[in-house]
């Protein structure tokens, strides 16, 4: 889209814009506010993403919108495109190194303030003329270490608005400027001074207080929080990172004949390219030779493989689990399933709103009220008569009892406690703002293949006819699947080597594309597959057998015929089983008030066995579903009132998680699942999905209840501070002990679950 065009009459464009310079929820609020103020124009700012997503009509061009964000105060430029074919390496990341100088500077603020608290606040350690050194190192931690809080702030005064960056650069610059002022004009640069401490303020001393450490530590402890927040937001373009890298890199083409390895990029359409045994498909197409089957429960959320010959269409980034194919290319590129599905992560992403923070809401009121009652108590003072120094000093102990230092340990503390606890119960939390929709959520969905099932087949049952036993239907069988590469081959031979142990060898074996196979096994002609294949060999299924391969396919699960010696003697059963722990995980759920719903892309049948295995309602299965209807199932679900948690583990839950109002990625499932989803089981297991809402709720509360009491502490003693009952040293103090409330209240969430 050019940023010079207008958009055509009576027509609405959109685009989307990266915004850079944000720095707190309430930036993106002013910024949406200016954008739709604009004529035709409909904006929503995401902070968490640092993207703005803007509609707008007639008469009006993106170099507008963007001279319109740059007036604010901040900058916006048209993203780049995602890479344009799926098997391309995709780039990193815009925000992939963006945390590295933020990294370099807290480190360096830390290393310089450790030794400034020490100096400051041990009079042991206080040497002669220990305040120049204290002042040498303090320097560069206000100067370099708060530079984006003071940059931040000068914005925002430019533009009339106050933040929490304001009152850190305020309460900083206050107390490096009164040390500094004391310092040169004032006793405190005297060989010998020690650090004076009272109570209350100190009028004919006032010259000689420091408060450098208040500068440094506030400085650094806020950059700690700044970067954990950065590191949070560095992975929200990731998902659509994984889900692109997911495809084939390179591809087999058939050239006059003969084959060629090229990159996938120059792949094109009509291209017929050859995929092998364990291989991905390179793109969707159609198949032109040979037959097998296709492993697409990453896309489509199918358990069982399906089977494909000429004239089958396939896709992109499934894979080959059977014979060789030969495939043309049909589609490559954007027109893809794999990057329409990338387009739909990208859009959910896009429009998850934003956590707003409690403390910058607040802040915006907290700020100019604190910065006026410090000029009326330095006011008042002077009318008093009580003097420039008291005056000054007062002024300086409000600044400084409201710089937000516990306000800022709020939020990473918590977060920091609440995913280590997380970490060794197999929880991964990414970030605070995806805790907000936990304590609201009433509905949870749960994806069946490799969430609530394991993900892959396995022997459940062994049918047999009368004079045959489980232990020969299964020997024969078993040795002859042995020599099949298909997923449901291999899952009858490893069911029957772990009962069996060593089996028989095979002789003549034949695979027969998509009926079954044969081969001789201990001087037995055996079969096995379809009904169709026995049948066609005059080997009809007795009643009994019969009736069990119907039961097994009404209850969802895959009939194998196995015949021998020219009879049908065995039907075998697999299926995708339910993990041991889903049945108690689903209750646990509903213990804590969550409607459970089974969402799967699997046939209506097995969705419905699995349901009723678990304990969910017949009326809570939606099955058959497409990815982009699963995406449609959850908006459903939320234009209907509900708040909802989303559990998966495959590239077709990845758009599904990143709509979810809360998404819950199984750390067992694909790359792109695990970075669209808010929270990572790592372990794989349901069970540990209630631990994590509950986990998540806990720490939700903790960082509310911080916030609450780094308010109070500092609201309670302004009045103190400001009748002068207060030194700005006991401020710092103040501000101290209500951080280490803070810390001590957050390491609560370590006995989480013990």
Known sequence: MSTATTAPAGISDRVELSIGGMTCASCAARIEKKLNRMDGVTATVNFATEKARVDFGPGTTVADLIATVERTGYTAEPPAPPAPRPGAAPAAPAAAGEDDPLR?????????????????????????????????????????????????????????????????????????????WALFLGDAGRPGMKHAFSLTIGRADAGSTLYLETAAGVTTLLLLGRFLEARSKRRAGAALHALLDLGAKDVAVLRKGREVRIPIAELGVGSRFVVRPGEKIATDGVVVEGASAVDASMLTGESVPVEVTVGDRVTGATVNAGGRLVVEARRVGGDTQLARMAELVAQAQNGKAA????????????????????????????????????????????????????LGLATPTALLVGTGRGAQLGILIKGPEVLESTRRVDTIVLDKTGTVTRGSMALTAVHTATGTSEEQALRLAGALEHASEHPIARAVAAAATERLGELPAVADFENLPGLGVR????????????????????????????????????????????????????????????????????????????????????????????????????????????????????????????????????????????RADLGLAMGTGTDAAIEAGDLTLVRGDLLVAADAIRLSRRTLATIKGNLFWAFAYNVAALPLAAAGLLDPMVAGATMAFSSLFVVSNSLRLRRFGA
């Open 519 to 658: 081969g001789t096994v201990a001087g037995h002609l055996v079969l096995a597959g379809r009904e169709s294949l026995l049948a066609d060999q005059g080997q009809p299924l007795a009643a009994e057998l019969a009736d069990a391969k119907a039961a097994a396919e009404a209850a969802g699960r895959t009939a194998i015929v196995v015949g021998w010696d020219g009879a049908a003697r065995a039907v075998l059963e697999v299926a995708d089983t339910v993990k041991p722990t889903s049945a108690a995980a689903v209750a646990r759920l509903r213990e804590l008030g969550l409607r459970s719903v089974l969402l799967t892309g699997d046939h209506a049948a097995v969705a419905r066995a699995v349901a009723a295995e678990v304990g969910i309602e017949p009326a809570d299965v939606i099955a058959e579903v497409l990815p982009e209807q699963k995406v449609a199932v959850i908006e459903r679900l939320q234009r209907a009132g509900h708040v909802v948690a989303m559990v998966g583990d495959g590239v077709n839950d990845a758009a599904a998680l990143a």
């Open 104 to 180: 370099q500077r807290l480190l360096v603020s830390a290393a310089l303030t450790v030794p400034v608290v020490l100096l400051s606040m041990v009079p042991a350690l206080q040497f002669t003329n220990w305040q120049w050194l204290a002042f040498a190192l303090t320097g560069p931690v206000v100067a370099y270490g708060g530079r984006p809080f003071h940059r931040a702030a000068g914005t925002n005064l430019r533009h009339g608005a106050a933040t929490m960056d304001t009152l850190v650069s305020l309460g900083t610059l206050a107390a490096f400027g009164w040390s500094l």
């Open 355 to 406: 956590a707003q923070r409690l403390a910058d809401r607040i802040s915006a009121v907290f700020v100019p009220v604190v910065i006026l009652l410090a000029l009326g108590t330095l006011a008042g003072w002077l009318l008093t008569g009580g003097g420039a120094a008291a005056a000054f000093t007062a002024a300086v102990a409000v600044l400084i009892i409201a710089c937000p230092c516990a």
